[in-house]
């Protein structure tokens, strides 16, 4: 389970920086007029405005969001946990680091109507991806249980 976790966490870093360069590319498409922004405006501030720093905390920040992404997907091998606990813990574990970093990094707006479409944009785009991923593993598991029930036919 410990090497399963460092792994997830070693692959999960990495994806969280290029999500991160990513989101810097559309954010600077759709409002830079043609200016890349490769950090939030105040956090280059916030780093004595050296863009470089700013960028290299930024992307430490990301590595972390990302080791944390991915280590804890192994929250849902835990088989004796329901799948209201897996989802509801991994949640919180993923939440806490990202609204914590977010706001430490200018991700999300240090206003509460900022604040909570930031978190409620969080709680969207993660019921938009545990729905993807929970119906489409109940499709498989029906087609499964279809090649199951038609090789039981053959044997009969």
């Known amino acids: 389970m410990k090497k399963n976790l460092l792994l997830r966490c070693l692959v999960g870093a ?45 992307l430490i920040c990301s590595l972390v969001v990302g080791a944390v992404c991915g280590g804890s997907s192994v929250i849902w091998g835990i088989e004796k946990w329901s799948l209201l606990k897996q989802t509801l813990i991994h949640f919180s574990v993923i939440a806490v680091p990202f609204f914590g970093i977010g706001y430490v990094m200018n991700w999300l707006p240090h206003h509460i109507y900022g604040a909570l479409c930031y978190v409620g944009g969080f709680i969207l785009v993660y019921l938009i991806m545990w729905l993807s991923i929970y119906f489409s593993i109940k499709v498989k598991i029906k087609k499964m249980n279809k090649q199951l029930q038609e090789m039981q036919n053959e044997e009969e």
Do not use: M
Not at 18 to 39: D, H, K, M, N, R
Not at 45 to 54: K, Q, S, Y
């Open 14 to 58: 990495p994806v969280g920086v290029v999500v991160s360069s990513v989101i810097t590319i559309i954010f600077s498409l759709c409002l830079g007029q043609g200016e890349y922004f490769p950090a939030p405006h105040e956090l280059i501030d916030w780093c004595g405005g050296n863009a470089t720093a700013a960028v290299a905390v930024q």
